[in-house]
């Protein structure tokens, strides 16, 4: 289904919580608004935490270390998230009116924490050169199993052309997902879809995805769309790859024939 979080409000705007809304995710997810001067410290006795900036200037401060972060565009620019585990402080001061998309979990391992500043965050190139670009998009990647093994989520963001799909082709897998959406203009809108059901996309809404059922979406033409996705770890069964619908598979094939000869 389709959550419309509408305007934010300073503070802490939620989307998920594995306690008391859309507890089937495992997560708590939410977009926190810090004014200039403001500081948010966070300290988890159970739960590991991602920091990811959405926009703004920021100092984070963990573990006697500190590091400066800037984001000024979603769509041109990757970027900065702390990723601290369990009973790990860290503290958040904006240096200007800032955002932050924050993704906890339960997690009883013990890791390092780290910064994967926007050097470190890999991009990549999905659906060039077939079906007519049509699914061309950008792919960013803050941590995974390979990278995070230790690590019970999964964050990263998808940058989606105008008129274009991305999950694409359509695709599930077993653990629950959050997609977490922002366009190019306010009156930009999408369609997602989870199974044989359609849902409206809007600007600061999410999508909340069970496991199993396929979930491709698309950008209505003229306007862009960003957005975060979150996954949850299942024990004994992390996410390491998709797993494709069969009936769209030959779209994978060399060179398919996607329009009909005609006589």
Not at 53 to 58: E, K, M
Not at 98 to 124: C, M, Y
Not at 125 to 143: K, L, P, S, Y
Not at 144 to 155: G, H, I, R
């Amino acid at each position: 289904m389709i959550k419309v979080l509408g305007s934010l409000q300073p503070g802490y705007n939620e989307i998920t919580n594995s306690k008391t809304a859309f507890t089937e995710m495992q997560m708590d997810i939410g977009v926190h608004l810090l004014s200039a001067g403001e500081r948010l410290r966070l300290r988890e006795s159970e739960k590991e935490t991602a920091l990811l900036l959405l926009s703004g200037t920021v100092t984070y401060s963990w573990c006697g270390q500190t590091a400066a972060a800037n984001r000024l565009s979603l769509f041109d620019e990757t970027p900065t998230v702390l990723h601290i585990p369990r009973d790990t402080e860290a503290v958040v001061e904006a240096v200007t009116g800032s955002e932050l998309l924050i993704q906890k979990t339960e997690n009883d391992r013990n890791f390092e924490p780290r910064l994967f500043t926007q050097a470190d965050v890999t991009t990549d190139i999905f659906g060039e050169n077939v079906w007519g670009d049509t699914a061309r998009r950008q792919v960013r990647t803050v941590f995974d199993y390979k990278n995070a093994p230790w690590s019970n989520m999964v964050l990263g963001e998808v940058i989606n052309y105008p008129g274009k799909w991305s999950s694409y082709i359509p695709h599930g897998h077993d653990q629950p997902e959050v997609y977490y959406y922002r366009f190019d203009r306010n009156s930009g809108f999408g369609a997602a879809f989870l199974g044989d059901d359609v849902y409206k996309i809007v600007d600061n809404s999410a999508f909340i995805i069970p496991g199993g059922p396929t979930h491709p979406q698309v950008a209505a033409p003229g306007y862009a769309m960003w957005y975060a996705w979150m996954i949850r770890h299942l024990s004994g069964n992390p996410w390491t790859t998709r797993v494709n619908d069969e009936r769209y598979t030959w779209l994978l094939e060399e060179n398919p024939a996607i329009w009909p000869d005609k006589d």
